[in-house]
């Protein structure tokens, strides 16, 4: 039989140099005295060929939209210009490892000193007897020319050097602002031509535009939210806010607009938000690198991005800022809601328990041996992970013969509490473990609190692997489900409501216990852990 012929792998458009792929389109005849070359080429970044077959079309597409343009002779926009200088600032601002010689924080301050004189003087153009205006030859400048092959006026060549210099100066503010620790000032618009167009174009009743409603309901919700809500509710209005135009006025902000954004949204890969560049991408540019893909946002995180964009019209329509009608609309996910989180069956709680080791001396502290104290703390008190994992050493206390964690730090003043150790607890040999290190956490191998001052993130997901690996499964299964379990275990002992959300840290909503109560002492507390139980379970006696 004649042999098959093999298909030749896919390569079009792609070029290897070394082990790198990279993309090479031919320069159209037309342009290549314009361009100076007869083949562009990009690199990568990849040395996988699957990848690279991933990554090519955006960039394929982006290169023949040049040569598109340039054939067509049209001149840059001002909200190209735009893009570049903003493209410039993400650049600069992403760099980790920033080497200007000596004192850092003293170069970048005369970096920013040195950008604003050139901005300033009007070093970036020449006035000629005639009165033409030129420009000096900038690197920056010819290339963007060749890689766009537009041939810029004099008038656009300045705008564009102008918009690219107060980009280098926002971002080594921002590079010098993260070494010091001070907030970041909002990423603001770089080309003035682009601002007044915007501006002049603007009916005089149209207003406020979707750049500044963004700016001013962020200065007023902020100090409300914590680190971890800001950081989240910034980078949906800042995405956005680019899908619709800073300049938009927010009244002509309208459903299909908000569809448009979901729709592009969807197509994120769920741990897009993980880079630490990411937050200075373009969604256009996030949906290149992140949005090629079968892994897609869930139908939740969806909803918490536009939940996110709601906010900001439920403030301007209760502000007066707009009359109409909210254009986002957030429906409930597909997820499964939180009142449906299951409990742990006392079945289940063994076999959670089966297996785990109780050390009191670990030679090292490691989430391994940290895992079965913080299940056995969170089965017998209810409190939350991160309650837990914040404790230090200093927090086991004992009053009046009896020992209690003082938990400090929680998500509501209402969580803030002492919780008396369950005698099981204490029973296992806790309190051995506690005295049998030194240092300022009670889990030291869970680190150091995150940007987002938490603790227990990875813990808890080894928790979750754990019950899975027990054969459980239950809807929304985490850490919390403990919370849940000890809630029902209190209920089905009788313990009354307010005696439970004591202990649960739960806000007690009448007037008489919840405002001029000081609470039931240690031993009434005491008393109502004890009443957490779990039929036929034999805790394993602590080791060291």
């Not at 893909?293 to 301007?316: C, M, N, Q, Y």
């Not at 017998?380 to 230090?392: D, K, Q």
């Not at 607890?425 to 005295?435: S, T």
Request: proline share 5%.
């Amino acid at each position: 039989m004649p042999r098959t012929k093999k298909a030749s792998p896919d390569r079009r458009y792609l070029w290897q140099r070394g082990n790198r792929w990279w993309v090479q389109i031919a320069v159209p005849s037309a342009l290549q005295d314009r361009l100076g070359k007869k083949i562009i080429q990009r690199p990568l970044g990849v040395s996988d060929i699957n990848e690279a077959r991933r990554l090519r079309w955006s960039h394929v597409h982006a290169i023949k939209e040049t040569y598109k343009r340039a054939l067509s002779n049209e001149e840059m926009t001002a909200a190209e210009i735009e893009d570049i200088a903003q493209a410039e600032y993400r650049r600069i601002a992403t760099i980790e490892n920033l080497d200007l010689g000596g004192d850092i924080n003293l170069a970048l301050a005369e970096t920013i000193s040195q950008l604003a004189e050139e901005l300033e003087g009007g070093e970036s153009a020449v006035s000629m007897p005639d009165g033409e205006t030129i420009i000096p030859d900038d690197p920056m400048i010819q290339r963007i020319e060749l890689e766009s092959g537009i041939k810029l006026s004099p008038e656009k060549r300045r705008d564009l050097k102008t918009a690219i210099t107060r980009a280098q100066i926002n971002a080594f503010d921002a590079i010098l602002k993260r070494r010091k620790g001070q907030e970041l000032d909002p990423v603001p618009m770089f080309n003035a031509a682009n601002r007044a167009t915007s501006i002049v174009s603007r009916k005089a009743d149209a207003g406020i535009s979707m750049g500044e409603a963004r700016d001013e309901y962020l200065t007023l919700k902020k100090p409300t939210w914590t680190h971890k809500t800001q950081s989240q509710i910034e980078t949906s209005l800042r995405l956005f806010c680019e899908h619709v135009g800073p300049d938009t006025t927010l009244a002509d902000v309208v459903r299909l607009n908000v569809t448009a954004w979901r729709e592009k949204m969807r197509r994120l890969h769920p741990r897009w938000a993980s880079s630490a560049s990411s937050k200075y991408l373009s969604l256009d540019e996030l949906l290149a690198a992140y949005g090629q893909g079968p892994e897609t946002l869930s139908d939740k995180t969806l909803s918490r991005h536009l939940s996110a964009i709601h906010g900001l019209f439920v403030w301007a329509i209760d502000s007066g800022h707009i009359d109409k009608a909210n254009p986002v609309k957030v429906s409930g996910s597909k997820t499964t809601p939180r009142h449906k989180r299951g409990v742990f069956s006392d079945s289940e709680v063994r076999k959670i328990f089966q297996g785990l080791r109780f050390v009191t001396k670990p030679g090292r502290h490691t989430h391994e041996n940290a895992l079965p104290w913080l299940a056995l703390l969170g089965a017998y008190s209810g409190a939350r992970l991160e309650e837990i994992c914040t404790l230090r050493l200093a927090d086991i206390r004992e009053e009046n013969s009896i020992w209690f964690f003082d938990i400090r730090d929680s998500k509501s003043s209402a969580g803030v509490r002492k919780v008396p150790l369950h005698s099981q607890v204490i029973a296992v040999g806790f309190l051995d473990y506690v005295k049998a290190h030194k240092g300022q956490w009670l889990f030291p191998s869970l680190g150091k609190p995150g940007k987002d001052g938490k603790r227990g993130v990875y813990i808890g997901k080894v928790f979750a692997a754990h019950c899975r690996s027990a054969k459980i499964d239950k809807p929304l299964l985490g850490f919390h489900t403990w919370r849940k379990t000890v809630a029902t275990k209190l209920e089905n002992a009788k313990v009354p409501e307010i005696e439970a959300a004591r202990l649960l840290g739960h806000k007690i909503k009448t007037m008489s216990y919840g405002v001029y109560s000081g609470g039931p002492g240690l031993d009434e507390l005491a008393a109502t852990v004890e009443q957490i139980a779990y039929e036929k379970l034999t805790l394993p006696k602590s080791s060291t």
